[in-house]
């Protein structure tokens, strides 16, 4: 999630956009995240991250909708573990989708494609 950060504080940081980006974090994990555990895991990331969870079912149709997959594994000691898929996705000030980036990219290939999305949206 380190790299996450980074790459919302060189967007913010530069305010190459010149427009207020919201980003939102939503936990795959409902059983061990609490609304309380994901406040304070935004909170260390940027001051503008909101975090997001729900129950099980909320979780399921969020991830349904966004075509995220994520499943609970289980480990010996009755620990376990949830595997998901890395993805953020940037949505209109309508709440529509624009365009999703995938954890390949790079610090400045994000930054640089999600100003040159708003600037295009902006027109």
Do not use: C
Request: charged content about 30%; cysteine-free; overall charge negative.
């Amino acid at each position: 999630m380190a790299s996450f950060s980074l790459r919302l504080y060189r967007i913010y940081t530069e305010e190459k956009s010149g427009v207020d980006v919201v980003p939102v974090f939503i936990s795959v994990d409902p059983e061990r995240d609490t609304v309380e555990q994901v406040h304070e895991y935004v909170k260390e990331l940027h001051p503008k991250l909101v975090g997001l969870t729900g129950s099980p079912e909320e979780i399921k149709s969020v991830a349904r909708s966004y075509r995220v997959y994520y499943m609970k594994t289980e480990e010996e000691d009755s620990d376990y573990l949830v595997d998901h898929s890395i993805v953020m996705y940037l949505m209109s000030p309508e709440m529509s989708f624009v365009k999703f980036y995938g954890k390949n990219h790079d610090v400045a290939s994000l930054t640089d494609g999600v100003v040159k999305e708003i600037r295009q949206y902006r027109k």
